[in-house]
């Protein structure tokens, strides 16, 4: 469970701001992976409404899709009904530091966008980092491949414009999300060889509604990043307010597009990739 975001309700609204970016990076990094990747089967961990495992599917031999929220699940069920049907995926209600599944079972397992909700930041070794981490290790064979997509600091300082209008929840959002040099060492620690980082630079998770100047005006615009789920109800409206100051100044544009070229400067977030070391 998320210890900040409510996706009971976020799940009804979820994917009109979100989208699944980077997948070619995705299948570069699964293609690592001791078998080819039109054959292997794939764990989507934190599967959410099902973005990722729908932009995945024709690339892989099958997924197994696990989340903990039955309302997040229940979107990506619909959206892939046919595809279960077929055999071609199968979703699990679950946490992802405890899997229904044997080891060694998975040739890749991906995980988007889901750890930092795992993790409040306040114990600095991250345990409930490399408790999931762990579980990844269990669930893949030697050789397997893990993906772990993430916002590093840099990318929650500079790749989000309207982070500026609430910079406490900047600062919380930042806490909840391990340093990069820890994920590596955690990774490392855990019997996996990382591989180079990678980052997509050309497009935004939220797709066209990031660009949209008053978007953090609505209630149901902010549900699309957690990122509000970490101010209190004064600091979304001292950000409300800035915003509207702005517009009325008529200074907003520039603000936006002097933090928007930061944003493609850095991205918004990145795919850490690691095999599973054969003992
Ligand atoms: C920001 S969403 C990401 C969803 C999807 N991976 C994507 O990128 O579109 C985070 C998801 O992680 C799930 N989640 C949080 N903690 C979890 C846990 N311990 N086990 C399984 N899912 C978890 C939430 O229910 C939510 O669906």
Redesign the pocket.
Known sequence: ??RYED?ATVSKSYDET?V?IGTDILCRCLGAAAAPLSEIRLLD?????G??SRAMLPHVGRIDA????EG?LAVARAKLSGDEAAGRIAFHQG???ALPFEDESFDAAMI???LH??EDGADPSFPAYAAVIAEMHRVLRPGGVLVINICTHEQLREGYWYYDLAPEAREACIRCHVPTERLLSMLNAAGFQPRAPEAPLDAVMQGEAYFDMSGPLKESWRKGD?FWALATDEQIANAEARLREMQAAGTLEAWFQERDERRRGVGQFTFFSAVKRRE
Do not use: E, F, K, W
Not at 45 to 49: D, K, N, S
């Open positions: 469970m998320s996706y979100r699944p961990a934190g599967c959410g409404t973005a990722y696990v989340d903990l929220n997040m946490s992802i530091d988007n966008q889901v909700h795992i957690s």
